[in-house]
């Protein structure tokens, strides 16, 4: 079983930045790949970025290359979603997952609670 927390979400304007921060306990965080997600009212839920166990591995959403950062820290069991250039269509709650798997769709075994993001023009 792995537990995650969401923190950082907040609102910030268009332009602005925001690093959000996702906290593992539980078994062995090194061994799972985590992935960011978000979801706005009213549309699916859609990965945002991805990274794999050692980090080695990135992937990022279309609408948020060159915008948005991935990382972990496995000694912390962290990992962060620095999101820079914010525009009002990034607002969504975001979510943190792990998976054993590097997988890039929504099959993800483990998911937090989520963190809102709100970005006002």
């Known amino acids: 079983q792995v537990q995650l927390v969401e923190s950082g979400g907040g609102l910030v304007q268009a332009g602005g930045s925001l690093r959000l921060s996702c906290a593992a306990s539980?078994?062995?965080?090194?061994?799972?790949?985590m992935g960011w997600f978000r979801q706005a009212p009213g549309k699916d839920r859609d990965l945002v970025a991805a990274?794999?166990?050692?980090?080695?591995?990135?992937y990022y959403a279309d609408s948020v290359k060159g915008r948005f950062t991935i990382s972990r820290d496995n000694a912390r069991k962290m990992v962060y979603l620095q999101m820079n250039s914010l525009k009002p269509e990034d607002t969504a709650v975001y979510l943190c997952?792990?998976?054993?798997?590097?997988?890039?769709?929504?099959?993800?075994?483990?998911w937090g609670q989520g963190t809102q993001v709100t970005v006002s023009s």
């Open positions: 990274i794999s166990q050692s980090g080695a591995s990135t």
């Open positions: 539980g078994r062995t965080f090194s061994n799972y790949a």
């Open positions: 997952a792990a998976d054993r798997l590097f997988v890039l769709d929504s099959t993800y075994d483990y």
